[in-house]
T-cell receptor, first 115, second 117 residues
């Protein structure tokens, strides 16, 4: 079955450490997205990628970095510059970055906590 | 700027009650889409329905129904005869297209629905 796989499900970060969250999709979608979810705040866009080798900052990109070397993969790195990384991170994809009528498909998420 | 407001943070009902989740949005665009997603405890957001700005027909799917009223910028979601399995966080979202950024979703804060047996 096609879908989005995020790993790991739970991740712990030590102070000063960079950590990378994995997101892989086999839906053949061009566009991919990373969201951060905090209690009571809904989902906020961190980064998005319209196509391979291209990505754009979202609303809360500071302290995060991404790459899009393959169509299927869009890893997110939470750097030590992100001072409040504890949150639930969701990866999503959609068929086409310009298709406003297409729903985004989501992974199961990664819960990141500080040790 | 676009905005989505879900004023109900938490709702608790008893099984078999009907429940309506409110969603109000703001946008300057004439062409846009509205979505509802369900987030069960497992965490994944599940797409429920999509509605475009030109289609104000209400929609029913089993126990779910949606009421879109452009005049009041609302897109409310009703669950009839609620069940324990309906317990989840429900998100309303607005999709717009911008030339510089393509299609982007703006989410509301979500409504936590708890259905008690």
């Amino acid at each position: 079955d096609g879908g989005i796989t995020q790993s790991p499900k739970y991740l712990f970060r030590k102070e000063g450490q960079n950590v990378t969250l994995s997101c892989e999709q086999n839906l053949n979608h061009d566009a991919m997205y990373w969201y951060r979810q905090d209690p009571g705040q809904g989902l906020r866009l961190i980064y998005y990628s319209q196509i391979v080798n291209d990505f754009q900052k979202g609303d809360i990109a500071e302290g995060y970095s991404v790459s899009r070397e393959k169509k299927e993969s869009f890893p997110l790195t939470v750097t030590s510059a992100q001072k409040n990384p504890t949150a639930f991170y969701l990866c999503a994809s959609s068929i086409d970055w310009a298709a406003v009528n297409q729903p985004q498909h989501f992974g199961d998420g990664t819960r990141l906590s500080i040790l | 700027a676009q905005k989505v407001t879900q004023a109900q943070t938490e709702i608790s009902v008893v099984e078999k009650e009907d429940v309506t989740l409110d969603c109000v949005y703001e946008t300057r665009d004439t062409t846009y889409y509205l979505f509802w997603y369900k987030q069960p405890p497992s965490g994944e957001l599940v797409f429920l329905i999509r509605r475009n700005s030109f289609d104000e027909q209400n929609e029913i799917s089993g126990r779910y129904s949606w009421n879109f009223q452009k005049s009041t910028s609302s897109f409310n979601f009703t669950i009839t005869a609620s069940q324990v399995v309906d317990s989840a966080v429900y998100f309303c979202a607005l999709s717009e297209y911008k030339e510089t950024s393509g299609s982007r979703l703006t989410f509301g804060e979500g409504t936590q629905l708890t259905v008690n047996p």
